[in-house]
């Protein structure tokens, strides 16, 4: 089985601060990762994903997230903080090899920025 | 340009008097699935299709049916619905189900 916590449903950051987001996961094998972001009235649209390899991962937009296999963490960061970040966003974990296996979502962060 | 495209973006209807809610992509994904976006719930899955003519029950899919007759579309339908479907609904497609997701734009809908 696989599950996701995102710790702080909202999180406000002045403009030009760091943002972080914080994701952890749990799953029995190796993970997929993912970030989506959903601005209002909009569909989610995917930030980054980890799949293999680097454990540093570069999206768009600015983000970035590194999975921590030993703290089973995918938090999401941006150095510095844009109001048009202001959005939500929702970590995601897929567990590869297993042929029915879904994406499983969090439950979401509101990034407010505060000008 | 790859979309998922859904219909209707919103819709407020009445208790009991089924609707259709259409999703179709142009990826020529095999997996296909609906959602459902609650505050402070997340999204969580109603259905999924792995291809034509497969079709399973995700987390919550009491009270939605699901057909995929062509791979392309994939219509979410409601024959009775009831105020605690008032929701957002997202359609998404996908090339495996554990691969990245491409969602269409989102249909709201009110039941009263």
């Known amino acids: 089985a696989q599950s996701v916590t995102q710790l702080g449903s909202h999180v406000s950051v002045s403009e030009g601060a760091l943002v972080l987001l914080r994701c952890n996961y749990s799953?029995?094998?190796?993970?997929?990762l993912f970030w989506y972001v959903q601005y209002p009235n909009q569909g989610l649209q995917l930030l980054l994903k980890?799949?293999?390899?680097?454990?540093l991962v570069k999206g768009i937009n600015g983000f970035e997230a590194e999975f921590k296999k030993s703290e089973t963490s995918f938090h999401l960061t941006k150095p510095s903080a844009h109001m048009s970040d202001a959005a939500e966003y929702f970590c995601?974990?897929?567990?590869?090899?297993?042929?029915?296996?879904?994406?499983?979502f969090g439950t979401g962060t509101r990034l407010t920025i505060i000008p | 340009e790859a979309q998922v495209t859904q219909n209707p973006r919103y819709l407020i209807t009445v208790t009991g008097k089924k609707l259709t809610v259409t999703c179709s992509q142009n990826?020529?994904?095999?997996?296909m699935s609906w959602y459902r976006q609650d505050p402070g719930l997340g999204l969580r899955q109603i259905y999924y299709?792995?291809?034509?003519?497969?079709?399973d029950k995700g987390d919550v899919p009491e009270g939605y049916k699901v057909s995929r007759k062509e791979k392309r579309n994939f219509p979410l339908i409601l024959e009775s619905p009831s105020p605690n479907q008032t929701s957002l609904y997202f359609c998404?497609?996908?090339?495996?189900?554990?691969?990245?997701?491409?969602f269409g734009q989102g249909t709201r809908l009110t039941v009263v």
């Open positions: 998404a497609s996908s090339i495996q189900s554990n691969t990245e997701a491409f």
């Open positions: 799953s029995s094998v190796p993970p997929y």
């Open positions: 980890y799949t293999t390899g680097a454990t």
């Open positions: 995601a974990v897929s567990q590869p090899n297993f042929g029915n296996e879904k994406l499983t």
């Open positions: 990826m020529n994904h095999e997996y």
């Open positions: 299709s792995m291809n034509v003519e497969v079709t």
